[in-house]
């Protein structure tokens, strides 16, 4: 009986220590031997894996392709955690398009509005603050966005002689210098949802990008804009005159 039972363990322990050497590997990405793969493999499609190869198994037609879909709209990205500012800029843009914009400005699929929401606009407040430590960084990536998007129009000085107008193919492209009594919302709005001959960019930019450009707008008004003394106080004032909003 005994010894039965030394020959039943004895065997056991063999076959045990052979399926814990097996299922060893050197290669640090492999998972070893499966022994139920579909356990660890669900049929079921999910994102970020290469369907393409599976236990060596290739299936050129899938390999390398995306698994994983585009986010459904408005989607927040994980990284901003906690970080409100963050968090609000990613949510949409609250305010509607001017009924008028529909056809003009290809804005199909929105929920458009009667009331002049460019003159609402004109209390919004870029959420987005310069500061002495962030300001230059802002200003940086406002003149990377505004080359890439804007200056064929606008002008490498924001003057409104870009090659469109000067070639002659466009016109009426103001320069920003004049438009100082402009709010920063409306600037904004006028960016996300077009105005007059400028198209919409709401759905080439997001509304962190189009904030830093309504930055970089105003440095065109004012050369000190975004520079700030020893104290840390801004040199130039931040925001356009209140008093005179454009109506
Ligand atoms: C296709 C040419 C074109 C492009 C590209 C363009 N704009 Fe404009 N933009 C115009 C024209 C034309 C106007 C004048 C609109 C009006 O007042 O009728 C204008 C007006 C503006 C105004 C004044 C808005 C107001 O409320 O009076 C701002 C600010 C502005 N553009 C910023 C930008 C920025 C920033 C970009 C890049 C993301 C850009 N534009 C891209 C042609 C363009």
Known sequence: MKKHLLSILGFSSIAISAMMFTSCKSDADSSGFEYM????????????????????????????????????????PYIFGKDSTQVKLMLPYFRKPN???????????????????????????????LSAKNSEEILKKGKELFTAM?????????????????????VGVPNYATLTNLSDGQIFYSI???????????????????WTLVHYVRQFQN???????????????????STKMKP
């Open 192 to 210: 996300y949802y077009g105005k007059g001959m400028m198209g919409a960019h709401g759905s080439l930019l997001n509304k962190k990008e189009i």
């Open 99 to 129: 009924v008028a914009f529909r056809e003009t400005h290809g804005l199909f699929g929105f929920d458009v509005t009667t009331s002049d929401e460019y003159l609402a606009a004109s209390n919004d407040k870029n959420p987005y603050v």
């Open 150 to 170: 804007c200056q064929h129009c606008h002008g490498e000085k924001g003057d409104g002689n870009g090659p469109m107008v000067t070639s002659g193919a466009y």
């Open 37 to 76: 793969p579909d356990m660890y493999r669900s049929p079921a499609i999910e994102a970020y894996v290469d369907y393409g190869e599976i236990r060596g198994r290739q299936n050129t037609e899938l390999k390398s392709k995306l698994t994983a879909l585009t986010p459904p709209k408005n989607t927040i």
């Open 223 to 241: 050369k000190d804009y975004g520079k700030f003394d020893a104290s840390g106080k801004p040199v130039a004032s931040m925001a356009a005159d």
